[in-house]
């Protein structure tokens, strides 16, 4: 089967698209391109945590992601000099204002469904998805 590759534009406040549909059990390639002002993050989970700082559970938990990051600062960097950066979550992918970079995985059947997108960055006293930095994301089962 083909690899899926989406390209997605992070922009203040918003995602471009806002929906995404990626089939389980195949390789998804999302590319992703910050044309804000300001770092955004994408995330993909359930629902909001009580401190609204992130999801209670993370869609790719458990899942091998490869990431790529080209920033004008930096130029590429790998996944490993961003897990502090990122607390960690290996299921966060932040992008500084102009950044281009990608995440690369396979998701099992069992993600099958639909997960909400958000940027739990900070401008002001807000959350970016509070401002309207949200969206969708779909796992079709191998079968639909």
């Known amino acids: 089967m083909p690899a899926t590759t989406i390209e997605v534009t992070m922009m203040d406040y ?38 609204q700082d992130g999801f209670r559970h993370n869609l790719f938990s458990g899942v091998s992601i490869t990431k790529s990051k080209q920033t004008e600062e930096h130029g590429e960097e790998s996944e490993e000099e961003h897990a502090e950066e990122e607390g960690g979550h290996e299921n966060v992918f932040e992008l500084p204002p102009g950044g281009r970079g990608s995440m690369m995985f396979t998701l099992p059947a069992s993600k099958a469904g639909t997960y909400a997108i958000a940027c739990f960055e900070t401008t002001g006293v807000k959350r970016h998805y509070q401002m309207g ?6 796992v079709t089962a191998p079968n639909q």
């Open 14 to 51: 918003g995602y471009e698209p806002s929906d995404l549909t990626v089939p389980a059990g195949q390789q998804v390639t999302l590319q992703f391109t910050n044309e804000g002002s300001v770092e955004h993050y994408f995330v993909v989970g359930d629902s909001t945590a009580a401190d």
């Open 133 to 138: 930095m949200e969206g969708t994301l779909t």
